[in-house]
């Protein structure tokens, strides 16, 4: 199975833009549908964006839809989440996470913040 370690985090002004990047080892990455997902102070897990492994498709949460834009690199068993125009309200913990084929993410990485000051 994939193992994944996101990094790019940091801390931004509103208005900013800032790239996260999953790393993948350990397994084959093209199979793997990559997830982001984040976490804020007080708040569940929640949905941000996905790229699927057959065809790049891409799907958004309406919070970050036309602002933050997925992408992967099966080459080099990378996956990208470009995070522009952020917003305080984005301020998180960021995870990506892999799940073969679709069929639920199994394989998490370990987060990275994203603080957004106004």
């Known amino acids: 199975q994939v193992q994944v370690v996101e990094s790019g985090g940091g801390s931004v002004q509103a208005g900013a833009s800032l790239r996260l990047s999953c790393a993948g080892s350990?397994?084959?990455?093209?199979?793997?549908?990559i997830g982001w997902f984040r976490q804020a102070p007080g708040k569940q897990r929640e949905f941000v964006a996905e790229?699927?492994?057959?065809?790049?498709?891409?799907s958004y949460s309406d919070s970050v839809k036309g602002r933050f834009i997925c992408s992967r690199d099966n080459a080099k068993d990378m996956a990208y989440l470009q995070m522009n125009n952020l917003q305080p309200e984005d301020t998180a913990v960021y995870y990506c996470?892999?799940?073969?084929w679709g069929r639920g993410y199994t394989s998490w990485g370990q987060g990275t913040q994203v603080t957004v000051s106004s």
């Open positions: 996470a892999a799940s073969l």
């Open positions: 350990g397994g084959t990455f093209s199979d793997y549908f």
């Open positions: 790229i699927k492994s057959i065809n790049d498709i891409t």
